[in-house]
């Protein structure tokens, strides 16, 4: 028997910033460090440390992973290609990319980073994974 996947509603910037800040509330910061995108970072208020960057990618730089079946070599298409919302986060080497939710992080180490795809991922999801992002990227206490 196949899996399917219900689908829900994709979660915009703000949408995904909202669930950060019910999670750790003032903990948290944004801004936009870029001067040629639109890329969010997520920090760590105290240590400004990243757990997060949301940006939208064209889906042909992710690859055939996502439906686009083209290389990632830019081009005059990929340049005019629909995109995609995505939030890099930190991530356990051990957890699973699916291929459809999470995927090996675009632009960012790949053994310890992945990019959800945000519209296929559930709140229940994201949550977890912001969760997880948020704890291995909290500064450790100083050992004396």
């Not at 890329?39 to 690859?63: D, I, N, Y």
Request: charged share 25%; proline share 6%; aromatic share 6%.
């Amino acid at each position: 028997m196949t899996e399917t996947r219900s689908l829900h509603p994709p979660f915009s910037e703000q949408a995904v910033i909202s669930v950060c800040k019910e999670l750790f509330g003032e903990q948290i910061e944004t801004d936009n460090p870029f001067s040629t995108t639109t890329a969010t970072v997520l920090r760590h208020r105290q240590s400004r440390k990243w757990f997060g960057l949301l940006m939208e990618v064209p889906r042909c730089k992710l690859g055939a992973i996502i439906g686009c079946g083209e290389s990632k070599k830019t081009s005059a298409k990929t340049q005019n290609a629909p995109s995609v919302a995505i939030l890099n986060l930190k991530a356990d080497p051990l957890l699973k990319r699916d291929g459809v939710t999470v995927i090996p992080a675009y632009h960012m180490n790949k053994k310890h980073w992945i990019s959800v795809i945000l519209e296929n991922i559930s709140r229940d999801e994201l949550e977890y994974l912001i969760c997880q992002s948020f704890e291995l990227t909290r500064t450790k206490p100083k050992k004396h």
